[in-house]
């Protein structure tokens, strides 16, 4: 039996990033991976969605450059070329990935790894053993159990389908169903988006949700409200016929099902072990990643934190330096920005105004809702800008930044950076902004919203 220092289970960001610095850094180091290279983030999630926000705006760009002066044909969006091109591409990055684990001396394995014990993985007819297991498998989208979900789709789907859906119901307020509802919509597809609650996106500032509102609408999407699928059935050209809660009816070409992800630790361990998870299955992890079982390691979106790619890679880097330096992992999950590639984008770091009545913070906040100078030459109304600080009002100190823009998670990674450094709004309004961009708006904040 083959015996490393780490075992890695999952070849995602976090768990690539532990098992190449660990290598590099003197373990002997093995990862398992049974479906692809790169994780979630390089097949189905961030990297191909965002080649699709890419692919879709061109359909908003095409018609503003006509009112900047261009004789620009439209024409149709060939979703076979792109998939193909993206198809390419994504094979690029699994090598990337299978090269830069080779290079640092990784051993890779291809197949499901199974913990048979607190020192031993089977993956098919081999045994391997370590001294310590990182569990790094991810997660899967979650479909409720609703009569007929079996005929719909998810994010592991969408971007495999041979061609482009007419039409479209999706269901869920979170990040993925926006990010699609403009996506597919973009690219010319006819897009309901259904939410339970009054309001999507929990979690995100109120102003800001309550602005995408509008310009989710806008966007030409049919946004619904406080509404869920009770039942879907086939019909006989293969459209899906919906039933709504509120007693409403849809046909759509597919029903796509963004109603968040769980963790992948189904059949995962075996019963003699004891590793505790929540309800969802997120294995539960003290401050160093370790879970209830000593030297079994779990870290990215299988702890069910926060579910971002920079924050697994940050979680790996952190715990191989606590392994091999006996360095505290330190990592302040209440500054983590994050951007939903909306069109215009939502990016936001800190305290949203909500946390901050909750915590019984004293704050003030600064706003500012403006028209792109780019659309004073075009009618695009669906794409205003707005910003909103918020600032501790007896230390000065920047609490929060909330923004929709285009490339708001352009501008919110500088936002964030000072965040983290301990900024306070005197810094901000000292720094000189770079004209025209909207990221000065962050520098010229002068007067504070009445509360
Ligand atoms: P989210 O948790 O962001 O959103 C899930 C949505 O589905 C919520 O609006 C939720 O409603 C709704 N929902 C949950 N259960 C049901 C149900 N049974 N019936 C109807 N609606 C339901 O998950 P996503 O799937 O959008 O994304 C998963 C995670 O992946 C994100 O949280 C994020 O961490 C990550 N991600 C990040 C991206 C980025 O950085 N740009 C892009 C895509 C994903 P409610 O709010 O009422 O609970």
Redesign the pocket.
């Known amino acids: 039996m083959d015996n490393f220092d780490l075992i890695v289970i999952g070849g995602g960001s976090g768990g690539v990033r532990a098992a190449r610095v660990a290598a590099s850094r003197g373990y002997k180091v093995a990862i398992v991976e049974d479906t692809h290279w790169g994780g979630t983030c390089v097949n189905v ?2 990297v191909p ?1 965002k080649l699709m926000v890419y692919a879709s705006h061109f359909s908003h760009e095409m018609e503003d450059a006509r009112a900047f002066g261009w004789s620009v044909e439209s024409g149709e969006f060939d979703w076979p070329h792109f998939m193909k091109k993206k198809d390419a591409e994504i094979s690029r990055l699994n090598g990337i990935y299978l090269k830069l684990l080779d290079n640092a001396g990784v051993t890779i394995i291809d197949g499901r790894g199974f913990i048979e014990d607190a020192n031993t993985v089977v993956v098919g007819d081999n045994k391997y053993s370590a001294e310590r297991i990182l569990i790094a498998v991810g ?1 899967e ?2 479909k ?1 159990n ?1 009569p007929g979900s079996e005929h719909c789709i998810t ?1 592991d789907q969408i971007f495999f389908l041979p061609e482009r859906p007419k039409s479209i119901v999706i ?9 699609f509802a403009c996506i597919l919509a973009g690219m010319g597809s006819a897009v309901t988006l ?4 009054e309001l ?4 995100f500032d109120k102003d800001i949700r309550e602005r995408m509102v509008g310009m989710i609408e806008n966007s030409g999407i049919d946004l619904r409200l406080s509404t ?2 009770e039942e879907i059935g086939l019909s006989g050209e293969g459209k899906k016929n919906i039933r709504l809660t509120d007693g409403g009816e849809l046909e759509s070409d597919e029903v796509f ?5 769980i963790p992948r630790t189904k059949d995962l361990w075996s019963d003699q072990l004891d590793i505790q998870t929540s309800k969802q299955g997120a294995v539960l992890v003290d401050d160093n990643f370790e879970s209830s079982v000593p030297g079994i390691y779990a870290l990215g ?1 299988v702890v069910g934190r ?4 920079p924050v697994a890679t940050a979680e790996a880097m952190a715990l191989v330096d606590y392994w091999m330096e006996a360095k505290a992992v330190d990592i302040d999950y209440s500054i983590i920005p ?4 909306t069109q215009p984008n939502i990016s936001s770091v800190g305290m949203t105004e909500d946390h901050a009545i909750e915590k019984g913070i004293p704050y003030a906040v600064y706003e500012t809702d403006f028209k792109h100078l780019k659309h004073n030459l075009t009618d695009r109304s669906s794409e205003r800008i707005y910003m909103k600080m918020l600032v501790h009002k007896e230390t000065d100190k920047v609490l929060g930044v909330h923004a929709i823009a285009p490339d708001a998670g352009e501008i919110i990674q500088g936002a964030a950076v000072a965040i983290t450094a301990g900024a306070t709004k005197a810094d901000f309004d000292r720094t000189i902004g770079i004209h025209p961009t909207m990221a000065e708006e962050l520098v010229t904040l002068r007067t504070a919203r009445d509360s």
């Not at 259904?194 to 609650?197: P, S, T």
């Open positions: 999630g961030c969605k997660g989208p979650f409720p609703v994010s269901v869920g307020g979170g990040f993925i169903a926006l990010e259904l939410y339970r609650g999507f996106l929990r979690g869920d699928i099902y963004a109603t968040g992800r979106d926060m579910a971002l790619t994050s951007a939903v590639f």
